[in-house]
């Protein structure tokens, strides 16, 4: 089993909102984590986001909209990118990673799709 | 600005070696670690190490172990990653990134750099 899940695709209407979810294996608290969050579009590398811990602990990117945000479901044990008032610029690729047994660890990733 | 800018494409055989550069721009070069990460076409992200610039330190991950080496000249503010015995499943694009140190704040990458293993 992967460390970190992703969905493979996710599809929502412009203005909407969209929940990307990176769930970690089992046995792997998301509550340790800090959790990052990477946007790659066709044809260029990845660019960085956020990270979540906690409300106490978290960064926006320079340049980032408020409108990205991220959580956690300790329920579900996982982390969660929430992109609000989507438009048609949101649709990427998206990843999360954390960092676990000395590594840096990715998500497979998600397609958002805008339309 | 800050900007990392890597070497060109290569083609390579397998069982040959590959040396990928990453110059730094914008900022002092010692004062970040540079990472690797490749990602194969239409794949996911794959780590692969981390440098730290200031002395040297290097950290792989396990499946490269061996097989790939992380340097610098600071002279030059620029970073080289060695990938050897190269096989077509290293086919991919291979990015740097500027990290601040322990944490996972990635930015910026490079372009990226395609390697392409083929006999």
């Known amino acids: 089993q992967a460390v970190l899940t992703q969905p493979s695709s996710l599809s929502a209407s412009p203005g909407a909102s969209a929940s990307l979810t990176c769930t970690l294996r089992s046995g792997i608290n998301v509550g340790t984590y800090r959790i990052y969050w990477y946007q790659q579009k066709p044809g260029s590398p990845p660019q960085f986001l956020l990270w979540y811990k906690s409300d106490s602990d978290k960064y926006q990117g320079s340049g980032v909209p408020s409108r990205l945000s991220g959580s956690k479901d300790a329920s579900a044990n996982a982390g969660i990118l929430l992109i609000s008032g989507l438009q048609s610029e949101d649709e990427a690729d998206y990843y999360c990673m954390i960092w676990h047994n000395s590594a840096w660890v990715f998500g497979g990733g998600t397609k958002l799709t805008v339309l | 600005q800050v900007q990392l800018v890597q070497s060109g494409a290569e083609v390579k055989k397998p069982g040959a070696s590959v040396k990928v550069s990453c110059k730094a721009s914008g900022y002092t070069f010692t004062t970040f670690d540079i990472h690797w990460v490749r990602q194969a076409t239409g794949q996911g992200l794959e780590w692969m190490g981390w440098?730290?610039?200031?002395?040297?330190?290097?950290g792989y991950a396990q499946k490269f172990q061996g097989r790939v080496s992380m340097t610098r000249s600071t002279y030059i503010s620029t970073a080289y990653m060695e990938l050897s015995s190269l096989r077509s499943e290293d086919t991919a694009v291979y990015y740097c990134v500027r990290v601040v140190r322990e944490t996972g704040w990635f930015d910026p990458w490079g372009r990226g750099t395609l390697v392409t293993v083929s006999s």
């Open positions: 440098m730290n610039a200031n002395n040297g330190d290097t």
